[in-house]
């Protein structure tokens, strides 16, 4: 079994920040790309960032420029530094990765997501 645990989210003002946490656990053999998605309240569920294993990162043109991933891949960890938050960032915040188990079975993982808001 594998869970993705994410932690960090909260209520901010507009440019303020927030860094959100993911950690893996389980029968992990290999963990490749890692990622966030969110989901505003009526839309659908859209990609934010993403990390490969080797550390290229992607990212929405939303969020370019503010938002940073990384990983910490002893702790099988992914990471989202979100600066000069806006109201449009409001969402639940999901971890995402692509993890091998112990008994070879590889498929993509979902945390059970953070709440974000910006809002005065």
């Known amino acids: 079994q594998v869970q993705l645990v994410e932690s960090g989210g909260g209520l901010v003002q507009p440019g303020g920040s927030l860094r959100l946490s993911c950690a893996a656990s389980g029968s992990i053999l290999s963990i490749f790309d890692m990622g966030w998605y969110r989901q505003a309240p009526g839309k659908q569920r859209e990609l934010v960032a993403t990390?490969?294993?080797?550390?290229?990162?992607n990212y929405a043109d939303s969020v370019k420029g503010r938002f940073t991933i990384s990983r910490d891949n002893a702790k099988s960890a992914v990471y989202l530094q979100m600066n000069s938050l806006k109201p449009e960032d409001t969402g639940v915040y999901y971890c995402?990765?692509?993890?091998?188990?112990?008994?070879?079975?590889?498929?993509?993982?979902w945390g059970q997501g953070t709440q974000v808001t910006v809002s005065s």
């Open positions: 995402n990765a692509d993890i091998m188990e112990r008994t070879f079975r590889r498929g993509g993982y």
């Open positions: 990390i490969t294993n080797w550390g290229t990162t």
